[in-house]
């Protein structure tokens, strides 16, 4: 195969990977992977899994053809793959459990028409909700249909990048697979079909857009038949329920199908057990701090309850539904937004409530420490120092900085006295500046673009300082404006203005002399301690005083050509502008290194 006349590379890859290990199927540095979808519009960190799609998106744009693994993804199912929430299910007594609302997903290939369909459905339906109120958007919403809820999960975003499609599937107990009528089976409707497949989740084909006049329904549902999906009235066991999610026709039906299958399958839970649930998303809220939505699905999860979910924890101080209503309590599918936690948790990761914050930290802290030394193994550090290598090499001819500030009023100041210093040879380039502390986003956003951050009376969350640690990114902190473009200014000196340190890299001793016509003397040597490189300097010392120094300009072991020759070792030196070796001569072979001064003050 050829790709712009390059051979693209076949590669399998599984329904969802980790960014680190897509970094390595495809081998190249996870900090590649997270600037190419960064350049795509979505944050992510290198334990974040993202799913198939993305991944292939990635993965081609590095010259890989991505194919998915469906079939090893089915063949490792088996109950450790079983989601969590499942076995919790699964290991509560079968007397206490009781028929909990159905937790659909909307699945389909781009454009189909997902989003038209969840707005139809939340307009038409949104139980609980005045008529023509607004409802908000937490990420899950529920309806009521004939007298049953159904909660539905509504991921906002672009489906090729949302990490939570592929977890859609495992979230759900039913998928609601999207196919346009006048566009038919298209590769992201047969990955959808995959990933509902290989989590064992049940399909009900919507086939939209049955209004437009090229609509086909008879070649989709052969389409359909083809990737295993057979239309029950072919006497497959796939329902297709024809729509049009635009004139709101065949929702009713819709609905119907998601509870017949849903009565066909046990749908319980056990509002009396643990309390187990995953996170659908969060956000940080200026007013209520973060807002997370967690959808419940074991045991009843109520105001007060300790909740840690990934990393961050907290006691819930209040909760809301999909209307915006207070609630104390949420039993299973429900989900609601809560306040109270202590930083943002990732969409995706599961929670659950523990009986303490005490038990909370020191789950936290355990947490920490094992991502620690996962995260140490890709650590790649963004200091002043190597910014200042890279524009020693030419490649940063700015200093690059994030901007956070605890309110507008302060960051216009900030950001235009820093665009002032920008003057000089050196520009400063603010890459973000933002009211708010710094998060997890504004480090990987530093991570990927070799910046730094400044934060003016505000604090990182502990996910953003641990993430900084990890991946070696400077946190700078101030509350004195004038302090801060000092620091900067003086930063930027230092970056014009690099002090040089010596680093001795080993001696040599000259124990014999040559003359080679047209190049002058070598000095035949035999290194003494550390070693002598090629691309170093070389001082020549007789007696204790020196007597020349300059560039190496020639080394030799035996015959041939080096780059360095160790301790314990003979070879031939030539050094630039100096040839007066004499036997009993002392070598000294040395680098100049460049330190940028701001090191320490910035
Ligand atoms: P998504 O990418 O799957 O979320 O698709 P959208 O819901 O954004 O829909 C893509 C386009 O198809 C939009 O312009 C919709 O107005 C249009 N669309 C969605 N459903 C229908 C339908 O039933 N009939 C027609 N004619 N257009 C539709």
Redesign the pocket.
Same mark, same amino acid.
Request: hydrophobic share 40%.
């Given at each position: 195969m050829s790709n712009n006349g390059q051979s693209v590379k076949n590669i399998q890859l599984p329904a969802t990977i980790t960014i680190r290990d897509l970094a390595k199927a495809i081998d190249v540095s996870p900090i590649d992977v997270i600037k190419k979808l960064m350049a795509n519009g979505v944050m992510v960190n290198i334990n974040q899994q993202i799913d198939f799609d993305t991944a292939a998106i990635v993965a081609s744009e590095l010259g890989y053809e991505a194919t998915l693994e469906v079939e090893e993804t089915e063949k490792k199912e088996n109950l450790g793959e079983i989601p969590l929430w499942r076995r919790v299910i699964l290991s509560e007594d079968v007397n206490q459990l009781v028929n909990r609302p159905p937790v659909v997903t909307?699945l389909?290939?781009?454009?189909?028409?997902?989003?038209?369909?969840?707005?139809?459905i939340r307009h038409t339906n949104v139980a609980g909700a005045e008529v023509g109120g607004i409802t908000q958007h937490i990420g899950a919403y529920q309806i009521e249909h004939n007298g049953q809820l159904i909660t539905f999960l509504d991921t906002p975003g672009h489906?090729a990048f949302t990490a939570m499609r592929a977890r859609g599937a495992q979230g759900a107990d039913i998928v609601v697979l999207?196919v346009?009528a006048?566009d038919g089976v298209m590769p992201q409707t047969k990955e959808a079909a995959a990933h509902a497949k290989a989590a064992h989740v049940p399909i009900i084909v919507a086939l939209? %857009?049955?209004? +437009?006049p090229n609509a086909d329904v008879d070649r989709v549902k052969q389409q359909l038949a083809e990737i295993g999906l057979v239309p029950d009235e072919w006497d497959g066991d796939t329902i297709v329920v024809p729509?049009?999610? %635009?004139?709101k +026709?065949g929702l009713e039906d819709l609905l119907e199908a998601i509870l017949l299958v849903a009565d066909n399958l046990d749908i319980k839970a056990n509002p009396r057990g643990k309390i187990i649930g995953t996170v659908i998303e969060a956000k940080v809220d200026r007013a209520k701090g973060v807002l997370a939505t967690l959808l419940v699905q074991n045991g009843t999860l109520e105001v007060g309850d300790v909740v840690i979910a990934g990393i961050s924890y907290g006691r819930l101080k209040a909760m809301f539904d999909h209307t915006g209503k207070k609630v104390r309590k949420a039993g299973p599918s429900t989900p609601v937004s809560v306040m109270g936690l202590n930083d943002v948790p990732q969409a995706g990761e599961m929670f659950e409530v523990v009986n303490s914050e005490k038990d909370a930290r020191a789950i936290m802290i355990e947490r920490t420490q094992t991502q620690k030394s996962v995260d140490n193994i890709a650590k790649k550090p963004v200091t002043l120092e190597q910014l200042f290598d890279s524009f020693q090499a030419g490649d940063v001819r700015e200093l690059r900085l994030i901007i956070k500030a605890d309110v507008q009023g302060s960051l216009e100041p900030i950001v235009n006295s820093l665009k002032e210093l920008s003057k000089g040879e050196i520009a400063v380039n603010i890459l973000h500046a933002e009211t708010g502390n710094i998060s997890e986003s504004d480090v990987m956003l530093a991570s990927a673009s070799n910046a730094v951050i400044v934060g003016f009376n505000v604090q990182a969350d502990t996910a953003a300082r641990n993430m900084a640690e990890a991946e070696g990114v400077s946190i700078r902190y101030y509350d004195i404006i004038y302090r801060l473009t000092e620091d900067v200014e003086k930063a930027l000196k230092g970056m014009l203005e690099p002090e040089e340190k010596e680093v001795t890299l080993g001696h040599a001793e000259v124990r014999a002399v040559f003359h080679i016509s047209k190049v002058g003397n070598i000095a035949g040597c035999y290194v003494t301690n550390g070693e002598i490189r090629r691309n170093a300097r070389i001082r020549v010392f007789r007696k204790g005083e020196v007597v020349g120094e300059g560039a190496v300009s020639s080394l030799k072991h035996l015959t041939e050509d080096v780059r360095e020759v160790k301790q314990g070792f003979e070879c031939g030196i030539g050094v630039k502008g100096f040839d007066a070796f004499e036997k009993g001569d002392t070598l000294e072979c040395f680098i100049i290194e460049k330190a940028a001064i701001s090191k320490d003050v910035f």
């Open positions: 909307i389909g290939h781009v454009d189909h028409g997902k989003t038209t369909l969840l707005d139809a489906a999207v346009a006048d939209n %857009k049955i209004d +437009k729509i049009s999610a %635009k004139q +026709k």
